[in-house]
């Protein structure tokens, strides 16, 4: 049974590279709609994460290496995620909704020793999915007064790519109450847009086409103090992270061309003409990032957290001219409540319950021809969480393996300028598998 879940975390791993999500049309800008953390115990509590020391063991903590000094089972987490759109613009009042279903994390940790501990995840990290098309008619009055449609004048705007992330993570308990850890991140994965005009009076398309290619690595150092008041089960928690060090290069092309399609599909280009070509290269597709947490709960009964993340603004070139993202920074709140994990005659004692709530200033300003501008509308994003762990039948509080439920309601962007407001709702549904794998026999 675990050669299988080794086997299903390989090949789940390729599966992942290749699906396509579902995003919102902002992922126009930049590298794409960003998943903020897409594992289902960090989502269900606001984002909390960083003084987030779990007190099973069963469960390890990537957004903060550090914070996995309670982790002593090897887990096996697979988690998929339903995502609910439902976009609205003042423009001709247009309403649109998109979903999509992915398969979100996928996870292996293990302790090292009683000290180490380790853990390898795979991740969508952000995405392109958006296809739309605009178009205005533009008239002409014939002499007799009669009105006639002269030329019929379209924009279409495209995109698509997933860029993933591949984590490795090592945990340090320096002494009873301090721990260090640090996560090696690699990003990988191809973007590309596409704004192509075209008229019917006119045979050629025009096309501003823009391709990223992604091999990256940066490094995310965590610290951890946690203080238990032994005589009251009462903890303290504070936390800390930088994400620094970026290494290798994000690669992006751009050209202005026009072109012929051969074919109905519109995927062939022929007779193609290349008016302007550009390519750059920037070490800068994820800039520094930071956070601090503090946290207070009871041993085993409750915890509540509150979080503070901050994301340096980068530059990106996009469509061959040079944009620049703002600072951004998001601020969370949210824990967990068990009832009673000795309650085995009442199941719902035993259950975890998760809760949280977020708000999010964007990197993301805009103005109302749809650029990039610090003086534009900031695309901010808030929203509330909740989420249970139902342990399995044989589980217990060393070995809190279970089906894990969560939910995220929420808001982004703005109706100003004809910009677009997205409603969201996002289900995401996974399972832990606990155990200790690797023990010493001690008879033959």
């Known amino acids: 049974m675990k050669k299988i879940f080794v086997l299903s975390f390989i090949s789940v791993g390729y599966f992942l590279q290749a699906q396509n999500i579902g995003n919102s049309p ?60 439902y976009f609205k613009t003042d423009y001709n009042s247009t309403k649109s909704t998109k979903h999509s279903t992915y398969l979100s994390n996928i996870s ?43 030329a019929i004048y379209a924009n279409h705007f495209k995109g698509s790519g997933t860029l993933n992330t ?18 090696a991140n690699y990003y990988f994965g191809n973007l590309s847009d596409l704004d192509e005009f075209s008229a019917s009076n006119a045979e050629l398309y025009n096309g501003y086409e823009t391709t990223t290619n992604v091999r990256n690595f940066n490094f995310t150092l965590g610290a951890n103090y946690q203080h238990l008041n032994t005589s009251t089960d009462k903890k303290l928690t504070i936390g800390a992270t930088a994400t620094f060090g970026n290494t290798s290069n994000m690669t992006t092309y751009y050209k202005n061309s026009t072109y012929f399609y051969t074919d109905a599909s519109m995927e062939t280009k022929s007779y193609e003409s290349i008016i302007e070509e550009k390519h ?70 035993r259950v975890v319950y998760r809760y949280g709530a977020f708000y999010e200033k964007g990197s993301l300003s805009i103005n109302g021809n749809g650029e990039l501008d610090k003086n534009g509308n900031s695309i ?57 794998w690797f023990r010493k026999s001690l008879y033959n």
């Open 26 to 85: 902002y992922a126009t800008y930049g590298i794409g709609d960003v998943k903020y953390d897409n594992t289902i115990e960090t989502s269900s509590m606001g984002g909390i994460s960083t003084a987030y020391v779990s007190d099973f063991t069963s469960s390890f903590n990537f957004a903060n290496p550090a914070n996995n000094a309670n982790f002593e089972l090897t887990s096996i987490k697979l988690e998929a995620t339903n995502e609910n759109n």
């Open 108 to 150: 292996l940790a293990f302790p090292l020793s009683s000290k180490v501990k380790m853990g390898l995840s795979y991740q969508p990290y952000s995405s392109k999915s958006y296809d739309i098309l605009y178009t205005q008619i533009k008239t002409k009055t014939l002499p007799d007064g009669t009105v006639i449609n002269d």
């Open 166 to 183: 591949a984590q490795i993570a090592l945990a340090y308990k320096v002494a009873q109450e301090f721990s260090l850890g640090l996560r």
């Open 280 to 349: 750059s290269n920037a070490k800068n597709l994820l800039p520094l990032q930071a956070s601090v947490g503090v946290g207070y709960g009871s041993e085993n009964q409750w915890f509540a957290s509150a979080q503070i993340d901050y994301k340096k603004g980068e530059e990106t070139l996009y469509f061959g001219q040079t944009r620049q993202f703002q600072d951004s920074y998001r601020v969370s709140v949210g824990g967990w409540y068990l009832p009673n994990y000795n309650n085995f005659r009442n199941y719902f004692s």
């Open 380 to 436: 901010n994003k808030f929203g509330i969480s909740a989420g249970v762990l139902l342990p399995f039948k044989n589980s217990s509080i060393t070995r809190m393996s279970g089906l894990e439920i969560g939910v995220e309601l929420g808001k982004r962007g703005t109706l100003k300028d004809n910009l677009i407001n997205q409603n969201y709702i996002n289900f995401k549904i996974g399972f832990n598998f606990a155990d200790k």
